[in-house]
């Protein structure tokens, strides 16, 4: 019972602060920059600007599925994004190629997370079935710790994947720092335009927030199961 509880509250927080975020985006959507820029535009003009030309600039289909692809360097722009001419727009658009400096510039947490990748690739598809499966077969075969081992290697992976989510928190505030700081000393954003951005960028920041904090609760309820419940 606790665990569906606990997932129940995951969920309902993430469904809030998701739906906050697209509420903010669609109406920040509304903001046209006065400078008349699309995201394209200033997603190049800020490459430029940091002596970045190896980094190319996609249209990708979707709403909010904007991200920087290091292995390819493609700054990818949701339909929305790459075209409009908006306080979003530019907010998104910077935000990723904050992320495209922070690889030019060697960004010590970019690099680490970017090396967690593959690990976390193997966490998110057996860490909890492993745990699941460890506390099962450990109920079956009595204190025999063959299930004990095989959940505390799906604890690992879980404990891996929340290391993971919690890196990628600087990372995500950094590149929207860049971002915002390069809108603003480039006078690209009218206050209430650049004010805009801020606010878009908070919302999103708080969805991987909630992410790192969803992760870590799940990483204490299961350790709390496993090992709490070890004789």
Known sequence: ??????????ALISLLVSNRLENKFNYYAKVQLQNGLSGKEIAEKMLHDHGIFDVKIISTAGQLTDHYNPLTKTVNLSESVYNQR????????????????QHATAYKWLNLRSKLVPAVGI???FSQWLIIGGLL???ASGNTGIGFTIAVIGLTLMAIATVFSFITLPVEYDASNRGLAWLKANNLLSKTEQDGAKDALKWAARTYLVAALSSLAMLLYWGSRILGGRD
């Open 86 to 101: 908006n306080a979003s727009a530019a907010a998104v658009s910077a935000h990723e190629v904050g992320h495209a400096v």
């Open 137 to 139: 077969l450990g109920a």
């Open 1 to 10: 019972m606790e665990f569906y509880i606990l997932i129940g509250i995951i």
């Open 123 to 125: 966490s998110s598809k």
